[in-house]
């Protein structure tokens, strides 16, 4: 070999290339080769070779001879003969052998003890760093557990603050405080972890929502103080005195439940209070009035006026009728013309009375009014205007209603007599008429409870005199409101007639005359009823 030493190796090797272990260098056995190197030995020589020692070696074993791995091995000159391979083991070892075995012996052992020194400094080095890295991980250790500490100390001093500003009407600075101590919380949480801050964190929140719906308490209760006290102002300018104390007393209490001494509060109860002592709106809320700068109830108030104006009329020389200032000669007339009214009406009472009373025995003809003593007739004012007169006609002796018709802007002339009758078992009515000119007439018959007005159709009326002009109750001769006034209905509530009307469709110049308004049978039912 190249290293001078030569080896016997086993047969299975031939043909396959081995590593030399003394110089490390790669062989390739060759068919012819017959030297076998036992596995055990082989191998601790590689290892030595690698550096770590050498094993013991088994009785027999032959230790390679040549220079050490790692020094330079000095050259052989041309003439020195090679150095040939240890003998085959069992064979006789050569002279100088055992010199070369004891000189390996010792270079192996101090290639062992610069080993042993190296990796004695490498074990040094490394466990200087493992130390320092220790130290460095301790150091940044006690670092953040003294962060950790100083945060957790941050946040109990937020929490004890906060606990502090949290007390009534304070709400403003207590949020604050909270946010503060709950962003501390979060802080300590994010960094360190561990759920050391959700405590502080929920109570944080819980204790911001309840001071925030506090304050919105407070201000709504603000908002609705200056909202009463501008209406109540403005009541109390409109003269709403009761509607004003209402929205002042309101202030009032509402400021008692705010329950916080704001000076804008404050402001508003005391001006609030300051106009429920007002007179206006002391007295004014219950209704009192001033009167000569007096606040007094109305009724005093009305009856002072009253006092004062019965002395200013008596100071004119007045005298009182009817509610009425007039002078004593104008009340003495007005007090007959009243003697006469109530005279009428009892006379007017009395005629339905006796025509009522005849009606009770049914018979042929019932005069309702004969038009020849007091005037019983009234003119319509949703006609155009009458004047209504009991006269002598042509000086025959006789009297009849006499109607001047007045001109007017409506169609039609009506005329009424209150007469209270059941007309059920009449047919017709018939009244004397004396017209200066042929004209159109109606008849209207009203009834109970409606106050229904049931108009007949019109007639002609002949110029000149016609006496028993009729018109039939019976048939559907008649319109109303119910039959949107068109012809074609019958007389509702007969058995309660009130009053009759007559219609006068035709203007004329000349006054037109009429009496004995009547209720008639026929005469065929007349001698029906004697059979």
């Known amino acids: 070999l190249n290293c001078g030493h030569d080896y016997r190796v086993k047969r299975d090797l031939s043909g396959k290339t081995v590593k030399c272990p003394h110089c490390g260098m790669a062989i390739r056995v060759g068919a ?46 041309a003439k020195a003969p090679a150095k040939s391979c240890p003998a085959p083991q069992g064979a006789a070892e050569p002279a100088g052998a055992v010199e070369a075995q004891e000189g390996a012996k010792v270079e192996q052992a101090r290639k062992s003890h610069s080993a042993l020194i190296v990796a004695a400094v490498v074990l040094a080095i490394v466990a200087l760093g493992v130390g320092l890295a220790l130290l460095h991980f301790r150091s940044q250790k006690a670092d953040r557990q003294r962060a950790r500490a100083r945060a957790e100390a941050a946040v109990s001093k937020a929490v004890s603050a906060a606990r502090q500003a949290d007390v009534p009407c304070q709400e403003t600075r ?41 304050q919105d308490r407070r201000r709504g209760i603000a908002g609705q103080m200056r909202n009463l006290l501008a209406r109540g102002r403005q009541k109390v300018g409109g003269k709403d005195y009761k509607g004003a104390r209402e929205d002042l007393e309101a202030v009032v209490e509402f400021g008692k439940d705010y329950g916080c001494p704001e000076d804008e ?23 009192w009035v001033l009167y000569e700068g007096e606040w007094m109830p109305p009724e005093k108030r009305d009856e002072l006026r009253r006092q004062a104006r019965i002395a200013e009329m008596q100071a004119k020389g007045l005298v009182q009728f009817e509610g009425r200032w007039v002078k004593p000669e104008e009340k003495k007339s007005l007090e007959a013309e009243r003697e006469a009214r109530r005279e009428r009406a009892e006379w007017l009472l009395s005629q339905q009375r006796k025509v009522q009373q005849e009606l009770t025995t049914q018979p042929q ?114 319109k109303s409101r119910a039959s949107k006034w068109r012809f074609g209905t019958a007389i509702q509530g007969a058995g309660r007639v009130y009053s009759f009307s007559l219609f006068f469709y035709s203007p004329a110049d000349e006054p037109v005359r009429f009496r004995n308004l009547r209720l008639v049978k026929k005469e065929e039912e007349a001698e029906g009823d004697e059979q």
């Not at 802080?187 to 405590?199: K, P």
């Not at 949703?382 to 802007?409: C, H, S």
């Open 265 to 287: 509060v404050r402001e508003m109860q005391e001006t609030a209070a300051s106009l429920l002592s007002t007179d206006e709106v002391k007295h004014g809320s219950k209704g």
């Open 365 to 478: 003809e019932v005069v309702l009014d004969a038009g020849t003593e007091r005037l019983r007739w009234t003119s319509e004012s949703w006609g155009n205007p009458a004047e209504l007169r009991i006269e002598e006609y042509m000086g025959a002796g006789e009297k009849f209603v006499t109607a001047r018709l007045k001109g007017g802007d409506k169609d039609k002339w009506v005329v009424t007599i209150l007469q209270a009758c059941d007309v059920r078992g009449y047919d017709e009515v018939k009244v004397d008429f004396h017209a200066p000119k042929a004209l159109q007439v109606a008849l209207g018959v009203w009834t109970l409870p409606e106050r229904a007005l049931f108009e007949s159709r019109p007639i002609w009326v002949k110029a000149g005199r016609q006496d028993g002009v009729s018109f039939s109750l019976k048939g559907n001769g008649f």
């Open 32 to 77: 012819e080769t017959e030297t076998e190197v036992p596995r055990d030995v082989l191998r601790a020589e590689i290892l030595r070779l690698a550096g770590t020692g050498e094993g013991p070696r088994p009785s027999g074993e032959i230790a390679p001879s040549g220079p050490a791995e790692g020094r330079k091995r000095p050259a052989r000159s």
């Open 174 to 214: 207590a949020t604050m405080a909270w946010q503060e101590a709950r962003s501390a919380a979060e802080r300590l949480q994010r960094d360190y972890g561990g759920g050391g801050g959700f405590e502080v964190i929920s109570e944080a929140g819980e204790r911001i929502k309840i001071l925030k719906a506090a």
